[in-house]
Each structure stands twice: as structure tokens, then as C-alpha cells.
């Protein structure tokens, strides 16, 4: 197994950056993704990491080794590829065994690999078969049979679930994590598909457009999510963002668009007070908003304008003006279109905003060291 | 009935030369286009020719010398070495290869006797003799070394047009996946590239056979087949009989003939490429029914 460390790395094609100044680490056994919009640049790191693409700049180390100048078939890297890349000329059992024939295995210990890692992904009776007879689920299965077997001691998966239905997604997911867990291997999962990244990995590398934005567990980048971006890419149904206007009536503090007007509590007064601007992007995630029939503190009051049953709760859209605001709402309360309630936000789960995209906690925290 | 045009045009420009040349096998025709018909005579004839044996052998090693030195192999060679460098450079010299295709041969064939001229003057000679080595008849001295590679530089454009354009269809994810199985640039060819342009091979085989079979303009412009009938081929020869025979007898009929037992020989040949290379496998049947 290996560490991955990754410092300032930089590709471009022409005049296109794909990946800009990208620092990452992954320890040794850990399960990370690259999560990103397509054309984020994740996919050109993995390539990057397997040495198919030579980086422009940076450097790219396994275990504290350099390997920039190291090929391929030198860096015991397992790829599986979003096609799956099945060669189709080979039966599945050619097709797993290659990379140990490319590697003088002897026959023996070839046969033995190739049953071991079929039995372990469950496609012993599809070993006689040609790729274009399977469906896409053993396919899957048989390229990542295919990236395991050479043992390697970093296995890369570039959106290993795309190309499966719904509900094989769901048991794949698990599938992959199971063996990547029974085997400690360092793994990079590439996926524009957060719930993939979410559920799957222990830390997630958020990406855009080339561009690292945040690094962390799962929970933490939905906590505390370091920029809009992340803030809206995370989380579904999305989080509600709405330009606001900072105002103080009374000596206290209102977020202000519309006749979408929220109090602040106290607690924002200190980070909002060291930033001289007055307008911000206000983000609640939808599930962070109780619903009351009665007035509370720090409320609004807002009117149903639509409602979608989402099965384990309804995702309820209010309406302040042209500001539309998404809460999501338990089965029990009954509610229709037209009827009026106070929605109060958790206010310690609000995210604030700068001009910038970068969220207020960031900025104090910035300016505390 | 939308195929009749089609059709009447097959059978004009296909059908119709075919038939009328094997008809005009059995008539003793000359500069006097006259339809004598001397039944199988022109066959017999054939049988008793001296210089037919030769020319069979000839052909044969014609054929299949520059089809397997150039055609499919130099073709292939040329195709694997510019896709495998970067684009800009590969299509460079790709479009560089083709240029001879655009010269008329007999620009083409002019080259080649100036490169191979017997005096000091020719290019190689040229060379020989800056080295300190004697001038040499390179077209009398090797007459089967000329006519391949003359017909093979050319001829190897097609197969390497052809080719590189199937390897550059193969999806780059499993030149990739090789990569990372461990795959040397030899043995990404050998287990991934060659095994997924295999039609495009076979296809190249047969069509380069009938057309080597039937071609013998460079050979006719380069050594005229001499010396003796030494590089003379099958179709050069009925050429010869037709045209340019001894004082201008234009012998049509038994050229006619000659010609005949080529197309004879042409339709063996696709039949057994056919059954050899399962063509059929590659059709698949039409999308769209036509009534």
C-alpha cells in the first residue's frame, strides 16, 4: 500500500488549464474522491497520478517517492475507467489475467489470481464469456477484477457507477467500499456525483473548474462548507442561497432581500462586524429550518406556494417576493398552497457569505492567525 | 426499383467490359477489329506460349512480394509510427506519403529512372561514385527489387491511410487501460491495437491482391517488364500483345484472352480471401427495409 502526495500540480492542454496548483494528500489505506462538475480537472488528475498524463507542473509522490518519470506499468496503480475499457477481443478470463501475463506471472499462479479476485467480486461462471456478453453491473465487475488482480497498491476509480441503474448503484457503492476496506488499499474515487463521494470515501476533495475548494470529511464540507461553491454543490435538495443586504435596526442585525427579512442572532454580531461590506449570500439548507404554526423569535412568516412529496418528507417552497425558499418539511405537518406558517432557521447553521463566495467563518478564521 | 439506375450502371461500367472482353477472347480480332471467332484457340494458344509459365511466376511474386513487404507491412509500420507521435507531426508525414498518389506515374515513374539510372548521373549511382565505387545497371541488374518498391512506396499510402484512421478509432481507454496493466508500446500493438484493426487488415490484403494483380503501369514506365520478360507481368503482357506488339499486329483477341484467365484468376482469389477471412461476419444486416 502507499501514501499519494501531490504538490503544486498543474496541467494544461494548450492553452486550457485543467488542473491549477493542486495540493492533495491521501494516507495510506484511505478512501478519498475527487468531486466535481465534468470538466472540473478530477479526471485528468487520476490520469495524472496513473502516468498517462504527464503533469506541466508539480510534483507527484507515492510514499515520499517521486514519480513523475515513472510509467504506467512501473507504478502498481489499479485504474478502472468510466467505460470500463474491456478489451473486446479477450474473454473475460484473458481479459482479467492481463496484466499478470504483460508481467511473465506463470501460468499456475495466473489461474489462481484471476479465480481468488472473481470469487471475490462474484464472477466465476462469466469467466468463459466476451466482454459484449455481459451487462454494464458485471462488466463493472470484471474491470475492477481486472485492476485488483496485479495487486496494486493504489487502486483509482474514475466514476466506477455511472454507466449502472439506480438501484445497482446502491449495492455496488457498498460492494466497493466493502473491498476496498477487506483489502486497505489507498483509493482515489473520481465521481461528479455527491452522494457517490459522500457515502463512499472518508475525506472528499471538492474541485472546480481546475481548482481545489475544499478538502475534508464528508460531514465537514456539509457543515462547514468553506465557499459557495461547495455550499452549493453539497447537499440534497440544495441549499437555498439568496443575496442579502446586511442592515441594523434597533442595534440588531437583518438579512435583508425583499420582503425576505431575517433577524440575526447575536452570535453573527462579532464575525459580521469585523467585514465592511453589506451585501452577502445567505445559505440554509432546507432541512435546517423548523416550521411553526405559531410566532418565535428570529422568524418569518412565509406562504406555501408549492409542495413536493419527496416519500419521507415534503420539500416545501415558499415564496418572499421573487425570492423562492426551500424547506424541508416532516409527513406530519399538513400543509397546502396558500396556507401561511413561521419558518426559523437554526441560526448556528446558517452559512453567510462574502462578495468573494468565501463563507464569514473563513474570514475570522483567516484573520485569527 | 429505386436501385435501377444503380443497377444499369454496374452492368454498363462493370458488367459490360468483362463480357465483351470475354468474347473478344475467342476471336482472332486485330488492327482490323474484325469478330473472326477461332473458338478455343486463343487458350490453346495460351497453353503453348514459352513465356506464359514465366509470367505466371512473375505475377504471383509481384503480387504477393510487394503485398507482403509493403502494402500490408510497411503500411502498417508507417501507420503504427504516425499515430503514435504527435498528431501535427503524423499527419505531416502521412499527407507527405500520399503525395506520389497526386503526382501523375508517369512524373512518379520519371523519379525513379532518374534515381536509377545506370550512368553517373542517376542519384544512387551518383552516390556510389562519390564513395569511390562503380556506377551499376540497377534497373537490368534488379529488375524484381525496382518494380516492388517502386509499386510498394507507392502502394503502402493506401494501407497506411486505412489503417492509421482504424487505430485512431480505437477508443484511447484501452490503449490506456494496457498502459496501466503494464503494456510495452510492442506489446500494446501485439495484444490490443493488432487484434482491433483485423478487419481493416484482411480488408487491405484482398483489395491491394486484385488491384497488384491488375496494375503494371510503373512496371511498364520503370523496366518496360524486360529485361527479357524477367519483371513482365500478367496484365503488362496482354498489355503488350494488344498494343505494342511486334510491329504493331495489335493481337486484341488473344490479348482479350489473356485478360480473361486475369479476371479468371481475380474472382478465385476474393473467393477464397472471402471464405479465408469470414467476410460475411463484418456485414451486418441493413437498418433500413427497402421494398
Redesign the interface.
Known amino acids: 500500500m502507499a501514501s499519494i502526495k501531490l504538490e503544486q500540480l498543474t496541467k494544461r492542454f494548450g492553452k486550457v488549464v485543467a488542473v491549477n496548483n493542486l495540493n492533495l494528500e491521501v494516507k495510506d489505506g484511505e478512501f478519498i474522491a475527487l468531486l466535481g462538475p465534468s470538466g472540473c480537472g478530477k479526471t485528468t488528475t487520476l490520469l495524472m497520478i496513473a502516468g498517462i498524463y504527464r503533469p506541466t507542473q508539480g510534483k507527484i509522490y507515492f510514499d515520499d517517492v517521486l514519480v513523475n518519470d515513472v510509467a504506467p506499468k512501473d507504478r502498481y496503480v489499479g485504474l478502472v475507467f468510466q467505460s470500463y475499457a474491456l478489451y473486446p477481443h479477450m474473454k473475460v478470463y484473458d481479459n482479467i489475467a492481463f496484466p499478470l501475463k504483460l508481467a511473465k506471472v506463470p501460468r499456475k499462479e495466473i489461474d489462481r489470481k484471476v479465480y481468488e479476485v472473481a470469487k471475490l467480486t462474484k464472477i466465476e461462471e462469466l469467466l468463459d464469456r466476451m466482454p459484449g456478453q455481459l451487462s454494464g453491473g458485471q462488466q463493472q465487475r470484471v474491470a475492477l477484477c481486472r485492476a485488483l488482480v496485479k495487486e496494486p497498491e493504489i487502486l483509482l476509480l474514475d466514476e466506477p457507477l455511472s454507466n449502472l441503474d439506480a438501484r445497482l448503484r446502491i449495492e455496488t457503492r457498498a460492494e466497493i467500499k466493502r473491498l476496498q476496506r477487506e483489502l486497505g488499499i489507498t483509493t482515489i474515487l473520481v465521481t461528479h456525483d455527491q452522494v457517490e463521494a459522500l457515502t463512499m470515501s472518508e475525506r472528499v476533495a471538492v474541485m472546480h473548474a481546475g481548482v481545489l475548494q475544499q478538502y475534508g470529511p464528508p460531514d465537514e464540507l456539509y457543515d462547514r462548507p468553506r465557499n459557495l461553491f461547495v455550499a452549493s454543490f453539497i447537499g440534497d435538495p440544495p441549499m437555498n442561497l439568496i443575496p442579502v443586504e446586511l442592515e441594523r435596526t434597533d442595534g440588531r442585525l437583518r438579512l435583508v432581500a425583499d420582503s425576505f427579512v431575517l433577524p440575526l442572532a447575536e452570535e453573527w454580531e462579532n464575525m459580521l462586524g469585523q467585514i465592511p461590506e453589506a451585501s452577502f449570500t445567505l445559505g440554509v439548507r432546507p432541512e435546517d429550518v423548523r416550521i411553526s404554526t405559531e410566532e418565535k423569535a428570529n422568524a418569518l412568516l412565509g406562504e406555501v406556494f408549492l409542495t413536493e412529496p419527496l416519500g419521507g418528507g415534503t420539500l416545501v417552497h415558499f415564496m418572499f417576493g421573487e425570492i423562492s425558499f426551500r424547506v424541508l418539511a416532516s409527513r406530519e405537518i399538513k400543509m397546502d398552497v396558500g396556507d401561511k406558517f413561521w419558518l426559523v432557521p437554526d441560526q448556528s447553521k446558517l452559512h453567510i457569505f462574502t462578495k468573494d463566495g468565501l463563507s464569514v467563518r473563513e474570514v475570522g478564521r483567516r484573520d485569527a492567525q | 426499383m429505386f436501385l435501377l439506375p444503380g443497377i444499369l450502371l454496374i452492368f454498363l461500367f462493370f458488367l459490360a467490359p468483362v463480357v465483351i472482353t470475354a468474347v473478344m477472347g475467342f476471336t482472332n480480332m486485330d488492327y482490323r477489329f474484325q469478330w473472326n471467332f477461332v473458338g478455343f484457340g486463343n487458350f490453346f494458344r495460351m497453353s503453348d506460349d514459352f513465356l506464359v509459365p514465366k509470367i505466371l511466376v512473375n505475377t504471383l511474386v509481384y503480387t504477393f512480394g510487394t503485398l507482403a513487404i509493403f502494402n500490408v507491412t510497411f503500411g502498417l509500420i508507417l501507420a503504427l509510427l504516425t499515430t503514435s507521435i504527435s498528431e501535427r507531426v503524423g499527419l505531416f508525414f502521412r499527407a507527405l506519403w500520399l503525395l506520389p498518389r497526386f503526382t501523375p506515374p508517369v512524373v512518379y515513374a520519371a523519379i525513379w529512372l532518374w534515381i536509377l539510372s545506370p550512368t553517373r548521373n542517376g542519384l544512387l549511382n551518383g552516390l556510389r561514385v562519390a564513395m569511390g565505387l562503380n556506377p551499376i545497371a540497377w534497373i537490368s541488374e534488379y529488375p524484381w527489387g525496382v518494380i516492388i518498391v517502386t509499386n510498394g512506396i507507392i502502394g503502402a499510402s493506401m494501407g497506411m491511410l486505412i489503417f492509421a484512421s482504424a487505430i485512431k478509432a480505437i477508443?484511447r481507454?484501452?490503449l490506456?487501460?494496457?498502459?496501466?496493466?503494464?503494456?510495452?508500446w510492442f506489446?500494446e500493438v501485439r495484444?490490443?491495437v493488432l487484434?482491433?484493426i483485423?478487419w481493416p487488415l484482411m480488408f487491405i490484403t484482398a483489395y491491394q491482391t486484385l488491384s497488384l494483380l491488375t496494375s503494371y503501369e510503373y512496371i511498364l514506365l520503370i523496366t518496360q517488364g524486360g529485361p527479357f520478360h524477367a519483371s513482365e507481368v500478367w496484365s503488362l503482357y496482354a498489355y503488350n500483345k494488344a498494343f505494342s506488339a511486334y510491329a504493331g499486329t495489335y493481337e486484341f483477341g488473344y490479348a482479350a484472352a489473356l485478360a480473361t484467365v486475369l479476371v479468371l484468376i481475380g474472382t478465385v482469389a476474393s473467393i477464397a480471401y472471402w471464405k479465408m477471412f469470414r467476410f460475411r461476419e463484418m456485414m451486418a444486416p441493413p437498418r433500413i427495409e427497402v421494398s
Open positions: 477508443p481507454d484501452y490506456w487501460a494496457a498502459r496501466v496493466d503494464g503494456a510495452s506489446q495484444h490490443i487484434p482491433l483485423r
